[in-house]
C-alpha cells in the first residue's frame, strides 16, 4: 500500500522575498505550510529596499550593508543629474543574506523548509493538488517527493513552472527583460565615478539599449549591471565594456547572476481554484525602475491573507483579492512607469531629454517621494502641474535636451 502524502494548507514554491513572506504570514495565522525552495539561486538585483518596506515588514538594521544618500542619472552624452535624498536614505541589502535571513523568518514563525525542485502539480482523486519536486543529494542522487496541498503559491520567478503547470492563464505571454548584473569588490576609496553612498543610474544605449545600467554599492561589495529585451545582445560584453568606462575592470569580481525580470503585472494570478501567484511570477516588478524587493513582499502578504480567506471559507474567489488589492493600490504607479519607459528609453536622444527633466526639483521630489511612500503623491497638485507642461515641452521638442 502507498503511504499518502502528508497535507498542507498551502505549499509556498519559491523562497525568495515574495515566498518567504507569504510563508512566514501565513505560519503567523497558524496555517500549516512548506516552504519549497531550490536552494543556491541569487537573484541578479541592485538590492535597494525603501524606508517603507523596512518599517512594513520589519527589517533589523544589521540587514543593511549601506545606506544610499543620493541617486546619479547619468545620460548618454554622459552628463549626470545628481539627486540628494533629503532627509533619509535607501537602505541596500545583499540578496544572499536578506533573502536567507527571510527564509529563517519564515521557519522560526512556524513554516516548514524544505530544499527542492518543484516538477509538477498532478491531482488526487479527490482533486486535491499534489505538488511533486526532487530532492538531490549530496552523492549526486535524486529522490522524488510529492506533498498534497490545499493551496498552493507560485512565487518561483518570471518563468514561473507553478503558472504552467496549475493553469493559470495569461503567464506565457508575461512582458519580460533580461538582467545581469557582477557582485565586485568595492573600491576602497570614493572616487568621481564611484561614491559608496550613491546609486548610479546610466540611460546610455550603448550598454543598454531599451533599459538602464547601474551601479549600486553594496557597503564591501557593489553591483554593477543592465538589463534588456533586445534578443542577441550580450550582457556579460556590456558589463565588461562599463567597467573599463568607469574604470572598475580590475575590481575583484565575486560572482555573477543573471535572471528574466517581468514588467508588466498578470491579468490573472490565480487558477480560480488552487493555485495563486506572487512576486516575479505575478509580473511584481516595477517597469522603467526594475525595483522588485518591495512589490515581491507585498504581494506575498497579499497572497497569505488570499489563501488564508480560501482555507477559512472554502470560496476559491478569495484568491482574486490578491490581484485587486494590488493593483488598487500600486496600478496607478506601474501604469505611469510603464508610458514612462514605453517612451524614454526608446533611443538615446529620448534618454538625454530625460535626464534633463530629473534636474527638475519639482521631478525630484515627486519621484523620491513616490519612492519612499510607494504611492503617488496626491497633495502637490501644482507640483503636478508643472511637471506635465515641462514634460510636455520635452515631448514636443521646444525644450534643450
Given amino acids: 500500500m502507498t503511504a499518502t502524502p502528508e497535507t498542507f494548507d498551502c505549499v509556498v514554491v519559491g523562497g525568495g522575498p515574495a515566498g518567504a513572506t507569504a510563508a512566514a504570514d501565513l505560519a503567523r495565522k497558524k496555517r500549516d505550510v512548506l516552504l519549497l525552495e531550490r536552494g ?24 543593511l550593508v549601506a545606506r544610499v544618500t543620493q541617486a546619479r542619472m547619468v545620460s548618454p552624452t554622459y552628463r549626470h543629474v545628481d539627486i540628494p535624498i533629503d532627509g533619509g536614505f535607501v537602505g541596500m541589502v545583499d540578496r544572499e543574506v536578506f533573502d536567507e535571513w527571510l527564509r529563517s523568518r519564515a521557519v522560526s514563525a512556524g513554516a516548514t523548509r524544505r530544499t527542492g525542485t518543484f516538477t509538477r502539480i498532478e491531482r488526487d482523486a479527490d482533486g486535491t493538488a499534489v505538488v511533486h519536486y526532487d530532492v538531490r543529494h549530496e552523492d549526486g542522487q535524486t529522490e522524488r517527493s510529492a506533498v498534497r496541498a490545499r493551496t498552493v503559491i507560485g512565487a518561483d520567478g518570471a518563468n514561473s513552472q507553478v503558472a504552467k503547470h496549475g493553469n493559470v492563464p495569461g503567464a506565457e505571454t508575461m512582458r519580460k527583460v533580461f538582467a545581469y548584473h557582477e557582485i565586485v569588490r568595492s573600491p576602497e576609496e570614493k572616487t568621481e565615478v ?13 550598454y543598454s539599449p531599451d533599459f538602464y545600467s547601474w551601479v549600486f554599492p553594496h557597503g564591501k561589495t557593489t553591483s554593477i549591471g543592465m538589463g534588456t529585451a533586445v534578443k542577441g545582445f550580450s550582457l556579460r560584453k556590456s558589463t565588461s565594456e562599463l567597467r573599463e568606462k568607469l574604470g572598475l575592470e580590475n575590481a575583484e569580481t565575486i560572482r555573477t547572476e543573471g535572471a528574466p525580470l517581468p514588467l508588466q503585472p498578470h491579468k490573472r494570478w490565480d487558477n480560480g481554484k488552487d493555485v495563486l501567484l506572487a512576486g516575479d511570477a505575478a509580473g511584481c516588478v516595477a517597469p522603467s525602475s526594475g525595483e522588485g524587493i518591495f512589490y515581491a513582499m507585498t504581494g506575498g502578504r497579499l497572497a497569505a491573507d488570499a489563501v488564508d480567506e480560501l482555507c477559512r471559507t472554502g470560496n476559491a474567489k478569495a484568491l482574486k483579492s490578491a490581484r485587486r488589492r494590488f493593483m488598487r493600490t500600486h496600478g496607478p504607479v506601474f501604469w505611469i512607469l510603464g508610458v514612462m519607459q514605453d517612451y524614454w528609453y526608446i533611443n538615446d536622444n529620448r534618454r538625454e531629454r530625460f535626464v534633463t527633466i530629473c534636474r527638475d526639483k519639482d521631478v525630484q521630489e515627486l519621484t523620491f517621494d513616490a519612492y519612499m511612500d510607494k504611492e503617488l503623491v496626491k497633495a502637490k497638485p501644482l507640483a503636478h502641474a508643472r ?15
Fill in 40 to 63: 543556491g539561486r541569487i537573484k541578479p538585483c541592485g538590492g535597494a529596499i525603501p524606508p517603507r518596506l523596512i518599517d512594513e515588514f520589519a527589517i533589523p538594521p544589521q540587514l
Fill in 194 to 206: 564611484f561614491d559608496p553612498t550613491r546609486c548610479d543610474v546610466i540611460y546610455d544605449g550603448k
Fill in 387 to 401: 511637471i506635465f507642461f515641462k514634460n510636455l515641452a520635452h515631448l514636443s521638442g521646444l525644450a534643450k535636451a
